[in-house]
């Protein structure tokens, strides 16, 4: 690949290094100049750009990017779309990360040019976390560093997810009279919620006092039907002839290891009886801030319960405590979680409009205040307090497309928008940035709604902590847009068809919060009548009229 500046009239099909504004239009960085490209850069008096010539046998950023990301095909992992060639990988399902320190040192020897980045070997992951990242760092890479950075990427143990497997488990609580009740119901409640997002369940709790001979009765009962048993003792262990690890020998167990280097966490024990392991857990478990017991338990639900020697080793990274010395991440402030609370806008543009009949045009080109519905959707969207907003495109995508010059959003082509909303949703939320924790879906035949309606729903959005799906409503009736949590975005995934958000409100997996915006949660235009009713003028000319007119309207930011 050549390097460097380049006159503008020897530019044509090359590739543009650095993003550039030709008039009213903005061509991005990594953007294949065309003969249109160069007119208009031609008439906006750029007679020079920096760009990158592709020798034989290169590949561009986002081909590169993508191809070693297909091989992450059957690791519980997915890739989101390329863009400026990154790609990012997400775990498909909640489990533990698992990487090989040498064979990721081994591909990023390869070429500079292509980096893979990841999370640490053994993190416990959630759906749709992001896992790591593929980033090719020039705008094209020669074709046999690719292959050799594709072998090494086929090999199985690299990067992969382990599914959590979801198990019934059992509590065990031992008492003492300084130990009080409410401390114990909270202790089960947490242990609970710790299990959930594997799908598993706690089935059984048992209170006995504080003594080996109590203990051991109740774990030899529960093994003989649950998955693993936690016990939780009222006094911490100090010895491995102590009371939790006494009682599992004395239930025909074995104990692997009394105390672990990892603190919060250091009086663990892990034992187990026949193939059901028995967790002693510290007292530090008892909180829900991360602690040793959340490291072994991640490994027991993925199926790989750690050895005595792998716990030895746990040292390094191992030192979670808070101290004053250092600041405490894990303390959330109303501030922090407003802050690290982001929504993405997802505008649907991608439908053929059937409702309007054949020959009146396409309602998304109409004519609303002297520009098109489409580009006036968007100024909604980007007049909002949302971090970015994306378009998804599909029927007319190149008229669409010429709709939205120079405004600073992405586009998204969703060529499969035949079979239904669905693929179009899939598409949009893919194109979001890992650092989005809600997604606005926003139809685009809504010319009612202003900016200040999607801050509503925003508002909304952080004030739940972003855990609930956000629905605009009229009074009672209920209506658009809504907001999708992160969490609900495996879920959307896995929807096909014409099938929206609908379809994940009425699963009642998320709590679900109406904010009333008044009778533009409900206008829509779907036949010409409506677009007339609305103040709108149907598309009556050749596209290029309407796309003329977006053109002019440019300027209005």
Not at 186 to 210: C, Q, Y
Not at 305 to 322: A, D, H, Y
Not at 362 to 390: N, Q, Y
């Amino acid at each position: 690949m050549q390097f460097g500046p380049a006159p503008l009239h020897e530019a044509e099909g090359t590739v543009l290094a650095h993003s550039t504004s030709a008039g009213s239009r903005r061509l991005k960085k990594g953007h294949v100049l065309g003969a249109a490209d160069i007119d208009l850069l031609d008439q906006a008096g750029i007679m020079e750009v920096i760009v990158a010539r592709l020798e034989p046998g290169d590949v561009g950023e986002d081909e590169a990017a993508s191809t070693l990301a297909r091989a992450f095909t059957g690791a519980h992992i997915r890739a989101a779309n390329a863009s400026t060639g990154r790609v990012n990988l997400h775990a498909t399902r909640a489990g533990l990360f698992r990487a090989e320190p040498k064979l990721v040192d081994a591909l990023n020897a390869i070429d500079p040019a292509i980096t893979f980045a990841c999370l640490a070997d053994r993190t416990a992951v959630t759906a749709d976390e992001m896992v790591a990242t593929i980033k090719i760092i020039p705008l094209a890479v020669p074709g046999a560093s690719l292959e050799q950075a594709q072998s090494a990427v086929a090999a199985p143990d690299l990067a992969v997810v382990m599914p959590f497997r979801a198990v019934r488990a059992g509590l065990i609580a031992t008492e003492l009279p300084t130990l009080k009740t409410s401390v114990m119901d909270k202790t089960r409640d947490l242990l609970a919620a710790r299990l959930a997002p594997s799908g598993s369940s706690l089935v059984r709790e048992v209170r006995v006092p504080h003594d080996a001979g109590a203990v051991a009765p109740a774990i030899a009962e529960m093994v003989g039907d649950l998955d693993l048993v936690f016990v939780f003792g009222a006094s911490a262990v100090t010895d491995r002839d102590d009371v939790i690890p006494a009682a599992i020998r004395q239930a025909g167990g074995t104990v692997e290891r009394v105390g672990m280097p990892v603190d919060p966490g250091n009086l663990m024990v892990l034992g187990a009886v026949g193939d059901v392991t028995v967790i002693g857990a510290p007292g530090c478990a008892r909180s829900p801030r991360e602690n040793g017991f959340d490291w072994v338990l991640a490994r027991v639900l993925a199926g790989e319960p750690p050895s005595s020697r792998e716990i030895g080793r746990m040292g390094v990274g191992g030192l979670l405590k808070e101290i004053p010395s250092r600041p405490q991440p894990r303390q959330a402030t109303p501030e922090r979680t407003r802050q690290a609370l982001e929504v993405g806008i997802v505008l649907l543009a991608a439908g053929k409009a059937s409702r309007m009949g054949d020959g009146a045009g396409h309602k998304l080109l109409a004519v609303f205040d002297g520009e098109p519905l489409i580009r006036r959707m968007a100024r909604t969207a980007l007049g909002s307090s949302a971090k970015t907003s994306v378009v998804g495109t599909g029927h007319r995508a190149a008229d669409i497309a010429a709709c939205l010059a120079g405004l600073d959003l992405d586009l998204v082509e969703n060529r499969d928008y035949g079979s239904g909303m669905a693929s179009s949703l899939k598409a949009g939320l893919a194109a979001l940035g890992n650092d989005i924790s809600g997604a606005l879906v926003l139809l685009g035949d809504m010319p009612a709604l202003g900016s200040k309606h999607l801050d509503a729903l925003i508002a909304a959005f952080i004030a739940h902590e972003g855990r609930a799906i956000i629905r605009a409503c009229d009074g009672e009736r209920r209506g658009n847009p809504v907001i999708l949590p992160r969490a609900a975005f495996s879920e959307a995934m896995t929807l096909s068809g014409d099938v929206g958000a609908r379809a994940l409100i009425e699963s009642g997996a998320w709590p679900v919060i109406d904010v009333e915006i008044g009778p533009a949660a409900r206008l829509d235009v779907d036949t010409p009548e409506a677009v007339r009713l609305a103040g709108g003028i149907t598309e009556t000319g050749p596209a290029a009229s309407v796309l003329g007119l977006a053109k002019e309207t440019g300027h209005r930011q």
